[in-house]
């Protein structure tokens, strides 16, 4: 067996029930930070995404360790190709840093990223049914076969 990886999910997915009925098993995590990046809602959707900013800037998500291949696989095909998925570096409440994936807007993409913070809260009360409804449709299409990627309004 492969070694599992380490994720850092900072957005819809640092939502435990989201990310588990992704995963289709109950995903915890632990808490993490990351420096140096923010976090802004994508143009015309209720998602986030990451990008470069001030090494004062923080975000923090949740780091889940325990992530296997075929995961991961499925989380490469959920972010789909707008993002990119690149290793960072995540300071765990510890105070230890591990190093983690997770998906940034690259460059190329940052037209598509707003000036505004993604509003977790939001999110929280308005979207988490409906977007848990599309989570679960998405991982049956994706497990039958179907490796379309997900674009949740």
């Not at 995903?27 to 809602?41: M, Q, T, W």
């Amino acid at each position: 067996m492969s070694k599992p990886n380490t994720v850092f999910v900072y957005g819809t997915l640092s939502f435990p029930e989201i990310l588990s009925a992704l995963l289709g098993r109950e995903a915890v995590g632990e808490r993490g930070v990351l420096s140096g990046y923010k976090r802004v809602r994508v143009k015309d959707k209720v998602y986030p995404g990451l990008i470069e900013a001030s090494s004062v800037n923080k975000v923090e998500g949740r780091v889940h360790s325990d992530i296997s291949k075929e995961e991961l696989e499925l989380l490469d095909t959920f972010e789909d190709s707008f993002y990119k998925r690149v290793s960072l570096p995540i300071v765990l409440a510890s105070s230890d840093t591990v190093e983690a994936a997770t998906y940034i807007i690259p460059k190329e993409n940052l037209e598509f990223a707003s000036d505004e913070v993604w509003d977790r809260d939001n999110f929280s009360e308005k979207y988490i049914p409906e977007y848990l409804v599309m989570v679960k449709r998405y991982r049956a299409e994706f497990m039958s076969g179907h490796r379309g990627s997900q674009d949740f309004s």
